[in-house]
């Protein structure tokens, strides 16, 4: 997004940095012409934060995904150049672009998902206190979506799920869809399709909804599928597993949870299927697009396939029990890796590249920077 739009504007990014590895991305994104303020999270800082917000209103995710820095950096641009437009982007920094000095100037955010909804569905399946603090967010979240929608010339959101659902509570807002895309050129399959029974989860694993999702298929579907498969081998990748995640390792089982990695492409075409078993989920699921590029089948929960453009589904099984989803995997690693690429390349990922999805950005930019000028 921030490519694209760099082709017609000049661009500030300020953007919180969690970790070292956040941060080594500052260098490359400034030599494409982009200024870029790292605004560092204080992670011990925002967690003495919680039991406070705990007893008033609000939205943990705003106390969360703060930092201090961010505010000096906002004043020293505003102060410096005449911005047009702010895009914010998620609903968690959309909380920096309503208040000054940002507040008065023409406003589009992208939502991406209506994250509150999520956190309402955690909160239905989560033991006590997580299902109670999940709901509280859900409630809290819902209100300040209601708030922005309100104030920005436009909300975007990456599918007409979303859009709909934003619509149920925002009278007379506008909200724009423009859906994630995928690069193709990254994301392609490796010269031989490998031949191993091995599986792969791909996300951040200290994500709720993804760590659900592996700890269900760990508990109700994998033993099934070792049973009938017993060289089966299962891939966690992602960063900042959770200790219960950890703990799934085991050589005996045939998992292996690898925590950061330079590449998730490299895991990927290690793979025979991806498995996207979420509980909870909003949006566009990019795991699985990403592992259709890279020429593995996937199998989805009903809740995945409801967000997916439906360019991409010719390359998925959807199951919505442990033992359909335990039936799909196994059916699909009895295949040849011949048909399982066939399989992926039924799906015509072309029209989902970034450069194709990106394209009604600018304008909607401009709308913005025109509709308040008239207001004006």
């Not at 400034?30 to 011990?44: L, N, Y």
């Not at 699909?332 to 399982?340: K, S």
């Amino acid at each position: 997004m921030l490519q694209a739009i760099r082709q017609y504007a000049e661009v500030d990014l300020v953007s919180l940095v969690h970790d070292d590895e956040e941060a080594s991305h500052v260098e490359g994104l400034s030599a494409s012409g982009i200024r870029v303020w790292p605004a560092r999270v204080s992670r011990m800082r925002n967690v003495a934060r919680v039991p406070g917000v705990l007893l008033r209103r609000g939205a943990l995710t705003h106390a969360l995904l703060n930092s201090a820095a961010v505010h000096p950096a906002l004043t020293r641009i505003t102060a410096a150049t005449r911005l047009d437009v702010v895009l914010a982007y998620c609903s968690g920094v959309a909380q920096f672009a309503l208040q000054p000095p940002l507040s008065d100037l023409p406003l589009v955010i992208d939502l991406v998902d209506v994250d509150s909804e999520k956190w309402k569905a955690l909160g239905r399946t989560a033991r006590f206190p997580r299902s109670w603090v999940y709901r509280r967010e859900g409630k809290y979240l819902a209100r300040f979506e209601q708030m922005a929608c309100r104030e920005a010339a436009t909300t975007l959101v990456v599918n007409e799920r979303e859009r709909e659902q934003l619509l149920t509570r925002v009278n007379g807002a506008r909200i724009e869809v423009v859906e994630n895309g995928i690069d193709l050129g990254s994301f392609s399959p490796a010269a031989v399709p490998s031949s191993e029974p091995t599986c792969v989860f791909c996300g951040v694993m200290n994500y709720a909804p993804n760590e659900e999702a592996v700890l269900w298929l760990v508990r109700f579907v994998w033993a099934e599928v070792r049973r009938r498969v017993p060289a089966a081998k299962l891939l966690i990748v992602g960063a900042h597993p959770s200790n219960q995640i950890r703990g799934l390792a085991s050589a005996a089982d045939g998992i292996e949870v690898t925590g950061t990695v330079p590449d998730v492409r490299t895991y990927l075409h290690r793979a025979a299927i991806s498995v996207a078993p979420l509980q909870t989920a909003r949006g566009i699921q990019n795991k699985v697009l990403e592992a259709i590029a890279c020429g593995l089948p996937c199998i989805i929960t009903p809740v995945v396939e409801a967000g997916l453009p439906r360019e991409a589904l010719d390359a998925c099984r959807v199951a919505d029990s442990p033992t359909q989803f335990a039936a799909e995997m196994i059916d699909l690693l009895g295949y040849g890796p011949a048909r399982r690429r066939d399989i992926a390349a039924s799906a015509n990922l072309r029209s989902l590249t970034w450069e194709h999805r990106l394209v009604p950005l600018r304008r909607l930019l401009e709308d913005a920077v025109r509709a308040t000028a008239k207001q004006t």
